[in-house]
C-alpha cells in the first residue's frame, strides 16, 4: 500500500513591509486554511512577517520587538499544521534572513539564507549576515530542505541539502519581477534539480512595494526540470502541491499549469499591481493625473482605471494656446469611455499672467524652452492642488526614454507621488497601449499613430529635440541596462555623433531623476535604487 502524498500549501500572499501584526494575521489565516485542506506544510513568502524589502526598518528596535512577538504569538497560536515562514533573526548585533518551521508550539527548525544578493535591486549584505549549513527537517516522513531564494542562484546551497540527505528542496522567496524573469527563474530551478536529483517547490510573494513588484507566479518542478505545477501571476493564491512517493523517491503530483503571459501581458499587469498597491497601502482615496491627449497619460489612464476602477481616477485635461482641439477632443473622448471624472482647466490666465510677472526679467530674451516649461509647472500646480485638496495621489505621466534624456521639466509634469510608466520606454509605451486596445481598451488610434508631441510651442516634435524613438530607445537600453560606450553602441549601426549627444543627455540630466517620484521597475534596470550615476562628474562617454 502506498504512503499519503506529502501535501504542501503554497500561500502566495501580498504582504506589507513593516505591518507585522498584520502580516502575522496573513501568516494564521494561511495556517488555518492549511489545517483545513489537510496540509502536512504551509509555506509562506521570504521575510513574510516583515514584509520584503524592510530596509532600515530592520536596525529600528521597536521593529525588532515586533517580530520577536509576533513569532512567538504565531507559535502558540497556529493550528496543528506545520507552518514555515520567513522572518528577520535577530541573534545579538546579527540579522539573518531567516525561515521558521513552527511545530507544536514552537520554532523547530530555522534556516538562515546562505546566499546574500548584493546587485541591482538587491543590498542585502548592508542587512544580514548570511548563513552556513543546510537545514533539513522530517516532515511526514520525507527529508526536506529549507532554503530561502538566492540559495538556489547558486549551486552549493542544494549540493549541501543533497549531501545531507535532502529528499526535495523546498524553497521560500520574494523575488521581483523584470521582463523574462519567470523564465529566468525556471532555468535557474531546473538547473539546480537536474543538479542533484530532487524536485522543488518554489514559492514567491506577490504584490507591489514602492519600485519593486512581485508577480508570484510559484510553482513545483519535478527532478528532471519539467514543471509540474504553476500558480497565477500577479495575484493572491493558494495552490495545493502534492509530493507523491514513486519508487522510493518523491516525486510532484501534476496539477495546474499556468500559461506563461506574453511581454505586454506581463508589463502591463506589473504596472497595474504596483499602482494598486501603492494607492491602496498609503491608504489614498484614489489618483488625480493630467491627461494631454498624448499616448504617455492615454496609458496611464488605462492602467489606473484598471488599478483601482474609474470612480478612484481623475483626469484632468489643462489646455494651452498651443494645445490641438485633437488632443482635447482625445482626452475627453478617452475619459468619457472609461467613465473617470474629467475636468478641462485651461492654464492660458496663468501663463499669461506669469509672463507678466516676469517680463522685466526677460527683457531682451528671446522666448526658449523657459516659457515651455512655465506652461507644464502651471499644469503641475493645478494638478497638485487638486490633490491636497481631495487628497487623490498625483499619478505622473513620464515614461523611461523622456526621463533618461531630461525631456521633462522639474516641478512640472514630474511633480506628483507616483510614476507609473515611468521604466517603460517609448516604444514600450506603444506597445502596451496597442496591447491594452486588443483587450478592449479606449485609447483613440490617433492619440498612438500621430507623432508625439508635447505641444508646449506651435508645431512642436518630439523629434525637435530628440532623435526618433525606435533609435533613441536601443541605444538607451544599451547603456543604460548594458553599460556599453559610444563606441560600442555605434559598432551596432548607429550613428556616433548620435550616441554620443544621447549619452551625454542621460549623464547630465541625473539631477532631475534624483528628484523624480518613484515609479515601477520592469526592466534589468531602472532609473531608481539600482541606478547610482552621480550627479556631479567630469567623465565623459568614450
Not at 537545514?135 to 527529508?143: E, M, N, S
Not at 514602492?210 to 495575484?235: H, K, T, Y
Not at 522685466?360 to 530674451?365: E, K, L, N, S, W
Amino acid at each position: 500500500m502506498n504512503a499519503a502524498p506529502l501535501r504542501l500549501l503554497l500561500a502566495q500572499y501580498d504582504l506589507c513591509v513593516g505591518d507585522i501584526d498584520g502580516n502575522a494575521a496573513r501568516v494564521l489565516e494561511a495556517a488555518r486554511a492549511g489545517a483545513a485542506a489537510g496540509a502536512d506544510l504551509v509555506l509562506l513568502p521570504e521575510l513574510a512577517l516583515a514584509g520584503y524589502p524592510p530596509e532600515d526598518l530592520l536596525f529600528h528596535s521597536g521593529f525588532r520587538r515586533q517580530v520577536r512577538s509576533a513569532l512567538e504569538q504565531l507559535a502558540r497560536t497556529a493550528p496543528p499544521v506545520d507552518v514555515l515562514l520567513g522572518y528577520p533573526e535577530y541573534h545579538g548585533r546579527e540579522i539573518f534572513n531567516s525561515a521558521a518551521l513552527i511545530r507544536g508550539g514552537r520554532v523547530c527548525a530555522n534556516h538562515r539564507k546562505q546566499v546574500l544578493p548584493n546587485y541591482k535591486v538587491f543590498d542585502e549584505k548592508r542587512y544580514f549576515t548570511a548563513g552556513q549549513a543546510p537545514t533539513l527537517v522530517d516532515v511526514k516522513g520525507a527529508r526536506v530542505a529549507l532554503l530561502v531564494c538566492e540559495d538556489i542562484w547558486e549551486a552549493e546551497p542544494a549540493r549541501a541539502a543533497a549531501a545531507a540527505g535532502a529528499e526535495a528542496l523546498i524553497v521560500i522567496n520574494a523575488s521581483p519581477y523584470q521582463l523574462h524573469k519567470q523564465r529566468e527563474r525556471e532555468t535557474v530551478a531546473g538547473e539546480r534539480v537536474r543538479e542533484v536529483a530532487l524536485p522543488l517547490v518554489y514559492l514567491n510573494l506577490v504584490g507591489g512595494q514602492d519600485e519593486l513588484v512581485f508577480d508570484g507566479n510559484s510553482f513545483a518542478m519535478r527532478a528532471d526540470g519539467g514543471i509540474s505545477q504553476r500558480l497565477p501571476a500577479w495575484r493572491e493564491a493558494t495552490g495545493l502541491v502534492e509530493l507523491e512517493r514513486v519508487d522510493g523517491k518523491l516525486v510532484p503530483v501534476a496539477g495546474a499549469i499556468e500559461a506563461e503571459q506574453t511581454e505586454e501581458q506581463s508589463v502591463y499587469e506589473a504596472l497595474a499591481l504596483g499602482v494598486r498597491d501603492y494607492v491602496n497601502k498609503h491608504r489614498f482615496p484614489g489618483v488625480v493625473m493630467g491627461l494631454s491627449g498624448g499616448v504617455d497619460s492615454a496609458l496611464t489612464l488605462e492602467v489606473a482605471v484598471d488599478a483601482l476602477g474609474p470612480g478612484r481616477v481623475h483626469a484632468v485635461m489643462m489646455p494651452s494656446r498651443y494645445t490641438s482641439q485633437m488632443s482635447r477632443d482625445d482626452a475627453r473622448h478617452q475619459a468619457r469611455t472609461l467613465g473617470v471624472e474629467y475636468s478641462e482647466i485651461s492654464i492660458e490666465g496663468m501663463f499669461e499672467a506669469t509672463l507678466a510677472a516676469l517680463r522685466d526679467a526677460f527683457a531682451g530674451r528671446a522666448p526658449d524652452t523657459t516659457e515651455e516649461n512655465i506652461q507644464s509647472r502651471c499644469r503641475g500646480v493645478l494638478l497638485m492642488a487638486i490633490s491636497n485638496k481631495t487628497g487623490a495621489m498625483l499619478l505622473t505621466t513620464g515614461n523611461k526614454s523622456e526621463m533618461a534624456v531630461g525631456y521633462a521639466t522639474l516641478y512640472g509634469d514630474m511633480a506628483g507621488g507616483f510614476a507609473p510608466i515611468k521604466d517603460c520606454s517609448k516604444m514600450m509605451v506603444y506597445r502596451l497601449a496597442h496591447y491594452r486596445n486588443r483587450r478592449g481598451g479606449a485609447i483613440p488610434t490617433r492619440v498612438i499613430e500621430r507623432p508625439p508631441s508635447a505641444e508646449l510651442r506651435a508645431e512642436q516634435k518630439d523629434t525637435d529635440s530628440l532623435p526618433p524613438y525606435d533609435v533613441l530607445d536601443p541605444i538607451l537600453e544599451a547603456f543604460i541596462e548594458e553599460d556599453l560606450s559610444v563606441e560600442e553602441i555605434a559598432a551596432r549601426g548607429f550613428d556616433r555623433a548620435t550616441v554620443g549627444r544621447v549619452l551625454e543627455m542621460v549623464k547630465r540630466n541625473e539631477y532631475k531623476r534624483r528628484q523624480a517620484p518613484p515609479g515601477i521597475r520592469i526592466s534589468g534596470r531602472a532609473f531608481g535604487r539600482d541606478w547610482r550615476y552621480p550627479i556631479t562628474s567630469g567623465y565623459r562617454s568614450g
